[in-house]
């Protein structure tokens, strides 16, 4: 149950939460621009880069995807967490109000589907290249994001975000007080005390989850965590995926590509995360060492295309073929997913049975 508190816990956070800092952009703006010879035109037909490749077999856990999905909120418990984020967000007002400044309520946004299963079971957590070697050259592993993504967000968020606007309409010796009224003081981004945000998150009680969705939960959320820890953590301590990707590392060594992360066995996620570190002009930011790649802060990444880049992938896309990376790991996935349905059979056809209605 501790981990469906978590996940509401930051599905209200998102609320209430603003993101206050303009900063998104800033890698970018220290080096990590995009090659001038590639025009906006060609850069929009870019790939974008992704965590995962998906595969054409139909892996023996897809078959469960559509009955791991948690009932989704109806329009009345939508409704009830509607009003409390507008009382939330007014809380916050008063508060910010008390000490001197202005914050306007986020409109609430309805709920995202809880999660994706259709494509991460069908998928191997492997970095998607393009099928042939002249596209890995071309292209890498895509971009994320493109610069036209990033300055249509930043545009749009100055638009729309009034809080934003009206934090950087303040002078930049008011924008540090207005962070710490808003969120409280902290220490290298860890809260010590508490800010209006906080306060109103305390003062104002959540609605209750819907009664199937604890119940779900309940019933399988210990089912539902552990097949994703199968597809995933437990994926790069198989025994026969660390040999694949020992094979891998060292061909990545010929060509001249050492890796010495904290957390070895992440096969070509180490390349992608190589290339996500990798300035145009060759350089490394290492202020991430030893963070695996989808741990890696949002602000933190970047890929653009970049010469460097584009030698790690092509790299990564022959070590791939010699060691035929991704056909070993559909044949370890498949016979995975066999031992986890063979070990959990009872727990898979409750769930299978269960009324996805509710």
Known sequence: MKRI????????????????????????????????????????????????????????LSHYAPFLEAPRLDEEHEKKRAEWAGKVGDSIAQCMKGKGFLYYPQEYEAEDDISNWTLSVGSLPVPLLPEDRSSAESYGYGLYPTPEVLHAELLEAQANDRNLQYMESLPLTSRAAYEEALYGKQVEGIPITGGCAGAAMDSVQEPEMPQERWVFYENFGDLIFMVQASIGEEWFMDPRVSTLNSEWYECMATKGFGFHLESPNQGPNDALDQAFRTFPDGSVDWNQLGVLTHEIPDEAKSLIGSEPELIIAAADFDCRAKTDYIARAIDIRISRDEEFISQHKLELINLENRDIGG
């Open 5 to 60: 508190v978590r996940r509401m816990a930051m599905a209200s956070a998102a609320l209430v939460f603003l993101t206050a800092c303009s900063s998104s952009a800033s890698k970018e703006d220290q080096g990590n621009q995009p090659d001038s010879s590639l025009d906006s035109a060609a850069m929009g037909e870019w790939p974008q880069a992704s965590f995962l490749t998906e595969v054409p077999v139909s892996f023996p």
